[in-house]
């Protein structure tokens, strides 16, 4: 947990990565069946990372650890160099229609001392509409902030992607990234192998300060019968995107919700109906206190084990048929370069 996102482009951090999945997926093999995971067919699918990019907790760009924040800093400069040859040519770049520079007085692109950008997210609105009145969270800094962060973390996927291909890896490879972050998931459908996202529904509620320390608290609402961008259709919809496999690989809904036994039944039917590629519940447990139903854990809970079968026939069968008039969300290029919020009514169609 301690080196998100760090792990995205420090060279030591992405070394030791590769070195552990060429030692866990090359180097060892099962005794049993003579095979490396790289080569045996059970392991169909391999992901490079859980819940992590550069733009997953965009605050952390101001509040890095050295020697990270240096490093950091260092490549964001050494970043605008490439596009922007001057400190006049930077200014020119970021100045506004009514002749405000979003660029300091004390900023120097050839001495390497342009600051980060204030990276915290916004109504798009909200980022129009106060020009470059805050240099650090003006828009044109920001829109260059997130065009590198896109660049730092596909050149991070592709590096993993390539070490892994040369060692004869050839399972599927995907990462979970921001998922509200349109332009991250641009990265991971553009450079793996297919997207991935998580989904819960009543994920406990924590006081504030307190997270993941009791008490937890729930509001038992039917995921169903919600409205709004974090309900299942409107966010999972979004990483489906045209051409890629899609794999939501970590999902439930949580005990007690007392809607938890049927979710299995709708998540099935709705994966059908979208044409989703795979779907694995969160959690079965086989350690620490297995005598009760918790949060995640569903070993223990009947209430759902008596529908999961049923539910898996119908996924497999595919007994719901896929939605036989789909509706595409058209993105260019210049809308995954703007930086705020990327929900849209138009994913509520999922449902």
Request: charge should be negative; hydrophobic fraction near 45%.
């Amino acid at each position: 947990r301690g080196a998100r996102p760090y792990a995205c482009f420090d060279p030591r951090l992405i070394e030791l990565q590769q070195k552990f999945a060429e030692e866990l997926l090359v180097k060892h093999v099962n005794p049993y069946t003579g095979l490396s995971y790289a080569e045996d067919p059970a392991v169909c699918l391999i992901e490079l990372f859980n819940e992590d990019s550069i733009l997953q907790r965009p605050n952390m760009w101001v509040e890095m650890i050295e020697p990270y924040k240096t490093d950091f800093a260092g490549r964001w400069n050494a970043w605008l160099k490439k596009r922007y040859p001057t400190t006049a040519d930077l200014k020119k770049a970021w100045t506004n229609a009514v002749g405000v520079c979003a660029l300091e007085a004390d900023e120097s692109l050839e001495a390497g001392k342009v600051k980060l950008p204030d990276m915290e997210r916004q109504e798009l609105s909200d980022v129009f509409a106060g020009g470059n009145a805050k240099p650090l969270a003006a828009a044109s800094r920001r829109h260059a902030g997130l065009l590198f962060a896109m660049d730092l973390q596909a050149d991070f996927h592709r590096q993993m992607r390539d070490f892994l291909r040369a060692r004869g890896v050839k399972a599927p490879l995907a990462g979970v990234v921001a998922g509200d972050v349109l332009p991250d998931q641009a990265v991971a459908a553009r450079t793996l192998d297919f997207t991935a996202e998580n989904f819960y529904w009543e994920h406990p509620y924590f006081e504030p300060g307190r997270a993941w320390l009791l008490p937890e608290y729930y509001q038992d609402k039917h995921h169903g019968l919600a409205w709004g961008p974090d309900t299942l259709m409107n966010h999972v919809s979004g990483f489906r995107w045209h051409g890629t496999p899609l794999m939501v690989r970590e999902w439930a809904v949580c005990w007690p919700n007392t809607a938890r036994a049927a979710s299995l039944l709708e998540m099935a039917a709705y994966a059908c109906l979208q044409d989703w590629d795979a779907i694995t519940y969160f959690d079965f447990l086989t350690t620490g206190n297995l005598a009760t139903i918790s949060t995640f854990g569903v070993n223990n809970d009947p209430a759902r084990w008596g529908v999961f079968g049923l539910a898996a026939r119908m996924f497999l069968r595919h007994e719901v048929k896929t939605a036989e008039r789909p509706v595409a969300v058209a993105v260019s290029e210049e809308d995954l370069a703007a930086y705020g919020s990327y929900e849209t009514p138009i994913q509520a169609l999922g449902w």
